[in-house]
Each structure stands twice: as C-alpha cells, then as structure tokens.
C-alpha cells in the first residue's frame, strides 16, 4: 500500500495564478484533511471532509477549495494564488473523525 | 471547539538525559490523545497514542500519561538519543478532527 500520496512535491507559482493539489489514499479512509504548515504555527486545518462527495470548513479556510468527488482522492485548489499562501501543505486521512491520522510527504508550495 | 496548548515550544537535552513535553486541552469530551514526531523536511508519523480509558502507556523509551481530570498529557522520552531530535506534536481528538498543539523543538546534544 501506497498510504497517502500527494501531488505535486514542489511548485512555483506567480501572483494571481491557479494550481490544484491531488490527495490520494488507499486506505479506503472516509476522512480527509488538508493543513497547511508555517514556521512557529504548527498545522492549521484548511478543510476536510467526512466522505465522499462532502466538503467542510476549517481552521483558515480562506483562498481555498475543496473536491472529493472520489472516496479515494482529495483535491485543494488556489483560484489566485498569493504571497501569503506560501507553505508546505499537508494530506491526511483517517479511518474515523477523532482516530489517527495519516500524513502524505508534503507538498512546498512558493507564491512569487 | 478544542483548543490544546504545547510546553516548551523548544527544548535541549544532553543525550542520554529524559525529556518531557506537556499539553493541555479544553474540551472534556476529547477521548483520543496522539502524539506525532516530524523530522526535518519529512512528514509527521505517529509516535505512540493514548485513549481517555487508560492513564499511561509506554513504548520501549517513550511514555504518554493522561490526566483527565486535570485535562492535561505529557509524553516523556527516556535515554534520549540524537535521533530523537525533531518536532514533536500532541493532539486531542474532536468530533470530526484532531486539533493540533503547535510543536516542540527537540535537540539532542551529543
């Protein structure tokens, strides 16, 4: 098993520009979540999602969206990307709401 | 919602020494306490976890203990090791998600 993968690694964007982040667990968990991860501030939940087909806001949720369209992928996009959306985002899933979650490696993200 | 307080934010041992992160947490209906470990550039991994129904559980040199009355659990780390040397995460558990203290930055000097 594979566990939680994300996409891309790395990315460089421009003020104003669009990209979308791909989530992907075959674990067949029902929960998904998004953080993202800044020096000093720990992990800030963005959004997750308690199954298919459902969304929910989380701790900073501003800037961002949200699909799961697929038990199995969860995607977070930047419609305008901004200076202040630079930071290593992180995937997780887990079985239940409050049980273990599992981390994907990571995506760094820089907004230029 | 929950709100989980971390203590110290860093923290430097010699090796071999113990070390001891604490945490606090607000909502009493919490019943699920995981404590993560990150390295430098990598993902946070699960360390070892404890549930509201047990007061401590051990892991070759590393320990949780819960106190549920205080609403506080700490981990302790034995022996320590320079490849201990991370960030550490505590977590208290909600409904629908775990809500996260903000790290403690342990350095293990040799």
Not at chain 1, 17 to 26: F, V
Request: charged residues 20%; hydrophobic residues 30%; contains cysteine.
């Amino acid at each position: 098993n594979a566990g939680v993968t994300q996409t891309p690694k790395f990315r460089v964007l421009k003020t104003g520009q669009s990209m979308t982040l791909l989530c992907a667990q075959d674990m067949n968990h029902e929960y998904m979540y998004w953080y993202r991860q800044d020096p000093g501030m720990g992990l800030r939940l963005i959004h997750y999602s308690v199954g298919e087909g459902t969304t929910a806001k989380g701790e900073v949720p501003d800037g961002y969206n949200v699909s799961r369209l697929k038990k199995q992928n969860f995607l977070l996009g930047l419609e305008s990307a901004a200076p202040s959306q630079t930071s290593v985002y992180f995937c997780a899933s887990s079985v239940d709401g409050g049980d273990t979650q599992y981390f994907g490696p990571g995506t760094r993200l820089t907004v230029l | 919602g929950e709100n989980v307080e971390q203590h110290p934010s860093t923290l430097s041992v010699q090796e071999g020494d113990s070390a001891v992160i604490k945490c606090t947490y607000s909502d009493s209906a919490s019943n699920y306490f995981p404590w993560y470990k990150q390295e430098l550039g990598k993902r946070p991994q699960l360390i070892i976890d404890i549930r509201s129904n047990v007061g401590e559980k051990k892991d070759q040199r590393i320990a949780v203990t819960l106190n549920k009355t205080a609403k506080h659990f700490s981990l302790h780390i034995t022996e320590t090791q320079p490849e201990d040397s991370a960030v550490y995460f505590c977590a208290a558990s909600g409904s629908y998600q775990l809500t996260f203290g903000k790290g403690t930055k342990l350095s293990v000097i040799p």
